[in-house]
């Protein structure tokens, strides 16, 4: 909030009222509007910030343009535009702020040389490098004049008068500037006073041009009008008539007070009684320039126009303070290297001094010291941007109020990179008085300034931070004064590690909350960086961890988002693009939003395989926004005309995925993983083998695998021991294998197994359906008895929650015997078996599924042919000879039927059941005879079920049972992987139940999270 729409709800305590309607008062004589709008809850948020009046007993307000703001003709404009607002003369498209519309409000505006690419200061500062050589000074002066005399044009096109005015001003200068380059050059000296003097001109005309600007848009507005306009006096104002620097005082000087404030009353009046009494009068300052006690032009250095602006607004005991720049405000982290960086509402001067200290380029802490000093009241900063002003940007002052919000007890991270770390270890150090002493001490005479400093309490080792330029000469230093305890081993070592970086948390909100430094430091732990040392006050208003320079982006990265000062980015591959693959494209694009409002997770799908054989499609536009996403349509469009040369789409302009050419399954790795990011996931929707061979490669990189595809841990037994060491190459930091899909689809079979094995549970024996292909063949060719009264029952009890077995085709009779034939190819049809039918058939794909329960049960002796050559094969013949499934041969009809018949007649159906029997370490695969009312004899076609018999579950195994075949449910539990597997990194926020037919889904702020597929 800007502090004139907090201040500007009243004059006085005594003025305020109810401004719901456009109303005049009197004061003073003087009569003014109150703005139509009501801003009593912004008047009431900061009750601290009620307006006050400063010098004359008059309202100010300072604004401060930096050179950017500035930089040339249409930025001047932009300028006028919003002081012209602030002052309420014409609102524009600046942001209404309700303030009063007072003779008594002034505006005192700050602005610096103007900037652009090069800035004028550097330009000026570099004509005294160039006479210090003794080069020709002529072209960067003529550059100069060129600069201002194309804004001038641009500002003045009908004014020539005023234009050739300022002109001339900006020649006489540079004409006084050429005869001081030319001592410069005699003495071939560059003096940093004479620097100071020449760099501080571009203020001077700066200030000029935009008083002059000011003026003349008044005169147009009044120009040709009856209408009285309330008279804007803009006074042009050399700071170096007011600001006065006391040079000895202090390194780099400090601010007479005493003297500026009567040089502010001096000229304050000077300006007042030139103008008439009804006017109001407004400051149009010089930044960065300033005189010294000697009465000598200085400047006030580094970052010195905000510091001009805030101490313009302690002099004139401001109201507020705003530095107009070209950023909307402080942000939570550096957006270079955050890309979802936010800005913070407002922040404390405690909060905005650390986060300046360690790199954050909006304010510098010196510009907060006259805002903190000022008497009797403290001055709020508001940082803007000149560009967007009708954004609010960031308050500064004493008190935030964000740390009232648990969730935001952090307002942003900054980061220190180019550090040396230097460790002294020694037992010598310990409890030995004045070693401290002695190492800072010469530290300090060596002029090597210490950044961070760590020490455990056992005193064996004195960790600190310095800039990488220093540390060898620390170490010497160092090594020099501990020579005698170096000799005698009481320091063992002086080690330097660089480059480091240093992270640091900031905020007020974090002292006395419990939690913050776990969830700091189990981020970096999360995105595999290693902490070396860590510091932190007892204000806990700042911790830092110094890292390892390389790792500092992705470091920043971590902890933002473990904040939820922005989203997690997880970057997506996906190889297979089978039904499943193109089920789960569309999926994370529906839920994409939902994921981001929900969990805080931005998922990006960075890359697609569509085939093992194929080219890698990527993202056209791969960076570090992460805002980019391969959705379904941008896959469907690469079915079109595509440019071999290039590999881009050539029919949509704005291409989001390209084919990357040259690449294929070995280049998917490189093309998806960046070391920057933290989160990378690759869905596995295939059954190819050569697919599985990858597996390991791909943990090993990091990359965590969330796999459809069983032939990777059911391979020969080197490649399923490379998988198992991949997945513990870095103990917890490892990457995850998620297989939970490989067994039973969507079903939470390997999940319930792991559950009954953590909680102390035995299994003894596994059993079940676990081939939807063959569950739905031996249902069709060996139906129960009765199950169409089954079928009713729960389309009667469940009030249309049950609607019918859809895997059936739409002329079959669910309790009707078919031919074995009959019921492969309408298995094939319904997509429930492997491109090769034969997997299905010959047991392959229900080895597989084994061998994977198998070792999860410790039992990893097994391998693929033994498992699959022992099984009972539904025909034994599909296994010898080439079969066209279309035509299945009679004899394999009639095989089938006998066995069916057999069963019937014992009052049996026909099942494929697989089981594995811990006790005598077995597995195998059978077509069983199973009663008419057991569970596996009723187990609905293309439905999984699998039995437990543990220690626990004696008398009655524990029973899974549910549909695992379908492209969307395989895709749903693949996603629910994904966000099993993050879990941890990033909880839900509230969220509600809500109910849309026959489904339900958690929703935010009732937006469906999981949407209902169509029928």
Request: net charge negative; charged share 25%; glycine share 6%.
């Amino acid at each position: 909030q800007q502090a004139t729409s907090t201040r500007g709800t009243a004059l006085l305590h005594a003025t305020k009222r109810n401004r719901s309607t456009d109303t005049s008062i009197s004061f003073r004589q003087t009569t003014f509007k109150i703005m139509a709008s009501d801003t009593s809850a912004e008047a009431s948020e900061h009750p601290e910030d009620d307006i006050h009046t400063g010098l004359d007993d008059k309202y100010w307000l300072v604004h401060k343009f930096g050179g950017t703001s500035v930089a040339n003709a249409d930025c001047f404009q932009k300028v006028a535009d919003i002081i012209e607002n602030q002052a309420k003369i014409s609102p524009g498209k600046v942001m209404s702020d309700g303030m009063l519309v007072d003779p008594q409000m002034s505006i005192a505006v700050v602005v610096s040389a103007m900037g652009g690419k090069p800035k004028t200061t550097d330009l000026l500062l570099e004509t005294v490098s160039l006479a210090a050589e003794r080069k020709d000074v002529q072209p960067t002066l003529e550059f100069v004049t060129e600069k201002h005399r194309m804004c001038l044009m641009g500002l003045f096109p009908d004014s020539e008068g005023e234009r050739d005015r300022l002109l001339a001003v900006v020649q006489q200068d540079l004409n006084n500037i050429k005869d001081i380059l030319k001592t410069v050059s005699l003495m071939k000296w560059q003096a940093s006073r004479i620097s100071e003097l020449v760099s501080g001109f571009g203020e001077l005309w700066s200030a000029q041009i935009l008083t002059a600007v000011l003026r003349y848009r008044q005169h147009k507005r009044s120009k040709g009008t009856s209408e009285s306009y309330l008279r804007h006096e803009y006074v042009y104002l050399d700071a170096r008539r007011l600001i006065i620097v006391d040079e000895e005082a202090i390194q780099n000087g400090a601010i007479d007070w005493r003297s500026s404030q009567a040089k502010m009353k001096e000229v304050y009046e000077e300006e007042m009684a030139r103008i008439e009494p009804s006017s109001v009068l407004h400051f149009v300052m010089t930044g960065y320039v300033a005189t010294n006690t000697q009465g000598v032009a200085t400047t006030l250095q580094r970052d010195g126009s905000d510091y001009s602006a805030s101490i313009l607004g302690r002099l004139l005991q401001a109201n507020s303070v705003t530095i107009w720049t070209d950023v909307n405000g402080v942000l939570t982290a550096d957006p270079r290297r955050v890309p979802h960086a936010q800005v913070v509402a407002e922040v404390s001067f405690n909060e905005a001094m650390e986060l300046a200290y360690f790199g954050a380029k909006v304010i510098h802490p010196k510009t907060m010291q006259p805002a903190i000093s000022a008497t009797p009241y403290q001055i709020p900063l508001y940082i803007r941007n000149t560009f967007e002003p009708s954004f609010p940007g960031t308050r500064i002052f004493s008190t935030s109020t964000r740390h009232e919000d648990l969730d935001k007890v952090v307002c942003g991270f900054a980061s220190v990179e180019n550090i040396a770390l230097v460790n002294v270890e020694g037992s010598g150090l310990m409890g030995v008085h004045g070693v401290a002493k002695r190492l800072f001490g010469r530290l300090e005479e060596s002029n090597i300034n210490v950044i961070l400093i760590s020490q455990a309490s056992s005193e064996h080792t004195i960790t600190f931070a310095t800039v990488a330029s220093k540390a060898a000469m620390a170490k010497e230093t160092i090594e020099d004064e501990f020579s005698r305890e170096l000799r005698v081993n009481h320091v063992q070592s002086v080690d330097v590690i660089a480059p480091c970086a240093i992270i640091a948390a900031v905020g007020d909100g974090m002292a006395h909350t419990s939690g913050v430094s776990s969830r700091f430091f189990s981020a970096l732990g999360d995105a595999k960086i290693n902490v070396l040392a860590v510091a932190q006050g007892s204000s806990e208003r700042n911790i830092s961890a110094v890292v390892l320079e390389r790792d500092s982006t992705r470091a920043l990265r971590a902890v933002h988002a473990a904040f939820r000062l922005s989203h997690t980015t997880i970057r997506v591959g996906i190889v297979g693009m089978n039904d499943v693959g193109e089920s789960l494209l569309r999926l994370l694009e529906a839920q994409r939003e939902s994921l981001r409002s929900t969990f805080d997770l931005e998922l990006q799908v960075c890359a697609i395989l569509p085939k093992i054989d194929s080219e890698v499609i990527a993202l056209v536009e791969d960076d570090d926004s992460g805002s980019a996403s391969i959705g379904y349509n941008d896959f469907e469009m690469l079915n079109g005309p595509i440019d071999n040369t290039s590999g881009r789409i050539t029919f949509n302009e704005e291409k989001v995925a390209q084919i990357v050419p040259s690449s294929g399954l070995g280049s998917l790795k490189k093309i998806l993983f960046r070391t920057d990011y933290n989160n990378h996931i690759l869905f596995d929707c295939t059954n190819d083998e050569e697919a599985g061979k990858c597996h390991a490669e791909w943990l090993k990189a990091g990359v965590n695998i969330v796999t459809a595809n069983n032939t990777g841990l059911s391979g020969p037994k080197l490649q399923r021991d490379e998988l198992e060491n991949a997945e513990k190459r870095m103990g917890k930091q490892s990457a995850q294998y998620l297989r939970e899909v490989t067994v039973g689809g969507g079903l939470p079979i390997i999940s319930t197994m792991r559950s009954l094995l953590q909680s102390g549970d035995r299994i003894r024996r596994v059993d079940g359906i676990l081939s939807i292909s063959l569950s739905f063949i031996m249902f069709r060719v060996s139906p129960p008895k009765d199950i169409l009264a089954c079928s009713k029952f729960d389309e009667a009890f469940s009030k249309g929650a049950f609607d019918g077995d859809l895997s059936l085709p739409a002329d079959s009779d669910i309790g009707e015997a078919c031919t074995f034939s009959q019921a492969v190819k309408e298995a094939i049809a319904l997509g429930l078996m492997e491109e090769d039918p034969t997997k299905d058939l010959s047991n392959e794909y229900t080895s597989r599924i084994l061998m994977i329960l198998a070792r999860e049960l410790g039992m990893v002796d097994f391998e693929l042919s033994d498992v699959q050559g022992a099984s009972d094969k539904v025909v034994e013949s599909i296994i010898h000879t080439t079969v066209d499934y279309q035509n299945i041969p009679k004899e394999m009809d009639e095989e089938i039927k006998k066995r069916v018949d057999t069963a019937r007649s014992r009052g049996c159906v026909l099942r494929h059941v697989a089981s594995i029997n811990v006790q005598e370490r077995s597995v195998e695969v059978k077509l069983v005879e199973v009663p008419d009312h057991h569970v596996f004899a009723v187990n609905p076609p293309s439905c999984e079920c699998v039995r437990f018999f543990t220690h626990r579950h004696m008398t009655y195994p524990l029973t899974i049972q549910g549909p695992s075949a379908g492209a969307d449910s395989t895709a749903s539990a693949l996603l629910a992987e994904l966000l099993q597997l993050m879990r941890g990194k990033s909880s839900p926020r509230s969220v509600a139940l809500s109910r849309t037919g026959s489904s339900a889904s958690l929703t935010p702020s009732s937006v469906g999270i999981l949407p209902p597929s169509p029928k």
